[in-house]
């Protein structure tokens, strides 16, 4: 079969690699009908964790279940599913109590020897080990193409606006609107807030926003800080949701911030270190809530609803769907910025 793989930094190709098959009996082997380009891709394909070129890449995918172990009770061949990014066994004390994200046996799909020597998602089939957990049923309602985000960054920004605890009378403020902060952007509103902002530095992304519901406001174009002042008395953001993974926006997230905020950080951090004056954060009652990788289990089957009732919709990121040859321009799109959203198609 033919899969997406690492190729060195900045460099991905499309190889023909073994198919997949049965090795324990929770699997299963799907037919994948569609996969995406995710940011914490781009994590792998710049080297920020590691990876050697042949392994396979990816991590968001949807398809079609072709075989399964004798241990597999909840799925039979035929079925449409979506894939959980990180792979779980559901039975640890940690995924008992819903931090899947802190698996005793935790696995990332397409992360190398990093994320557990698991295939990338980027391929025309995959192997899913402890396919009752890792797997979720896809309604007749809900497209193929939709159903991708519910493994990965709709559920994760539905995870970041629930666990931010948003009132009706706050003030939101999303730092980042890439495919994670869109969602949770989409999220955060369905929260009934009393408003909600969307910073970024993007022009399109910021259009998507304001589409969707929120204020944008242009970081480049305005101060973060003075922008988001003057629509909240002064005072700054009840609630700030850090999307990025990068510094800089930690800072602007700390900043745009009241005394008394809660703060979630929700955007993907590998190696990166700050300089936090503790005093500070003491003294201004900052809550600082790092959510870590999205127990995407936990959630999934809440946002798989909210999307079959449309108050989800994450369609609007889609700007481009390219073949799975195509794999490696996909890459250079969304590195550079110019695609919202990648799709493959197998």
């Given amino acids: 079969m033919r899969a997406v793989v690492f190729d060195g930094v900045g460099r991905v190709r499309v190889d023909v690699v073994s198919d997949p098959v049965v090795e324990e009996p929770g699997d299963a082997v799907l037919r994948l009908t569609c996969a995406a380009i995710c940011g914490s891709d781009l994590h792998f394909f710049h080297g920020k964790a590691p990876m050697s070129p042949g392994e396979g890449i990816g991590h968001e995918a949807v398809g079609v279940v072709e075989e399964v172990g004798d241990a597999v009770t909840r799925f039979a061949p035929g079925d449409r599913v979506v894939v959980a990014f990180d792979i779980v066994c559901g039975a640890c004390w940690f995924c008992e109590r819903g931090q899947t994200q802190l698996c005793e046996d935790f696995r990332n799909l397409g992360a190398g020897a990093f994320g557990g020597g698991l295939a990338g998602a980027q391929a025309e089939r995959l192997r899913v080990p402890v396919a009752d957990v890792n797997l979720l049923g896809i ?136 300089s936090m004056q503790l005093g500070v954060w003491w003294a201004r009652a900052i809550d600082l809530r790092f959510s870590g990788v999205c127990p995407v289990h936990a959630w999934w089957e809440g946002a798989m609803a909210e999307l079959e009732a449309g108050r989800l919709d994450p369609m609007p990121l889609v700007s481009h769907r390219l073949p799975l040859a195509q794999a490696a321009h996909g890459y250079d799109l969304f590195d550079r910025r110019e695609a919202t959203k990648v799709l493959l198609v197998p």
């Fill in 139 to 274: 309604p007749h309602g809900v497209t193929d193409e939709a159903a991708v985000f519910v493994g990965d960054v709709l559920t994760t920004g539905w995870y970041a606006a629930s666990i931010a605890g948003i009132g009706p009378q706050d003030t939101v403020a999303v730092v980042g609107v890439g495919p994670v902060g869109y969602c949770t952007v989409q999220a955060a509103l369905t929260r009934g807030p009393r408003q909600v902002l969307a910073l970024d530095r993007d022009p399109a992304r910021l259009a998507l926003a304001a589409a969707a519901g929120a204020v944008p406001i242009d970081v480049t174009a305005r101060h973060p800080v003075t922008a988001v002042a003057e629509v909240t008395g002064g005072r700054g953001a009840d609630i700030v949701i850090e999307a990025v993974g990068h510094p800089d926006a930690f800072d602007t997230a700390a900043d745009v911030a009241r005394r008394g905020a809660t703060v979630v950080v929700v955007g993907m951090y590998t190696g990166e270190t700050v």
